[in-house]
């Protein structure tokens, strides 16, 4: 799966610039995505000021002239060499700005990969049953919170079907041993939940159920 965020129904964010990272412009980022070859996008990325949906309409294009993943206290994150960015006080007035590109442009996914930002808002099912929305997703990282640990599931976070907003999320493992289908266009995803996994589903789903349970 990609870890990718949703930035806007139309961008997605790659990489977010932290700071300099050599005397040349080059720049230390935290990297955003499964695919750091992205970031050679032939069209090149928009450089978008921090916290912003997407480009405003007068945006250009940056140009990434290389990058590569350091070792060491940095492992996890990437350096970045922007077109233009050639010295340490360029870098500074970058840091904190983010590197996006169009959806249009993503790099296309092998079979049962999907982005996260296609995942967000779908409605998931446990076989027939309604569980709830999914409004976000989840990764576990190493201690330093900078690498995502690859054997670890990702986790969907789902606001449970007839939850209040004081209700806590829950959390569940996005698995292909569970998962039966996804459906991107329809916003659906269908998995096969072990039992007891979410007490709480046949409750929310059954208001007649839970009424007598309440009373007995």
């Not at 032939?42 to 140009?63: C, D, H, I, K, S």
Request: proline residues 8%; negative net charge.
């Amino acid at each position: 799966m990609s870890t990718q965020s949703p930035a806007s129904p139309e961008f997605i964010t790659l990489a977010r610039l932290l700071r300099p990272q050599g005397r040349r412009g080059e720049l230390l980022a935290d990297l955003l995505t499964d695919f750091p070859e992205q970031l050679s996008n032939p069209a090149g990325l928009f450089l978008v000021a921090a916290n912003a949906a997407a480009p405003p309409p007068a945006a250009t294009r940056t140009v990434i002239e290389d990058h590569w993943m350091p070792t060491g206290k940095n492992a996890g994150r990437v350096v970045i060499k922007l077109a233009g960015c050639d010295s340490i006080n360029d870098a500074e007035r970058l840091a904190n700005m983010q590197l996006m590109v169009p959806i249009a442009e993503r790099r296309a996914l092998d079979p049962d990969t999907f982005y996260v930002s296609d995942l967000i808002g779908s409605t998931l099912f446990d076989g027939e049953t309604l569980v709830g929305e999914v409004i976000d997703v989840e990764f576990a990282m190493s201690p330093d919170g900078r690498t995502r640990l690859a054997e670890a599931a990702p986790l969907l976070v789902v606001q449970l079907a007839g939850a209040t907003d004081d209700d806590d999320p829950e959390l569940v493992p996005f698995v292909n041993a569970q998962l039966i289908s996804v459906d991107i266009a329809a916003h659906r995803i269908v998995m096969q939940l072990p039992a007891g996994l979410i007490g709480n589903i046949t409750e929310l789903d059954a208001p007649g159920e839970e009424e007598e349970s309440e009373t007995a």
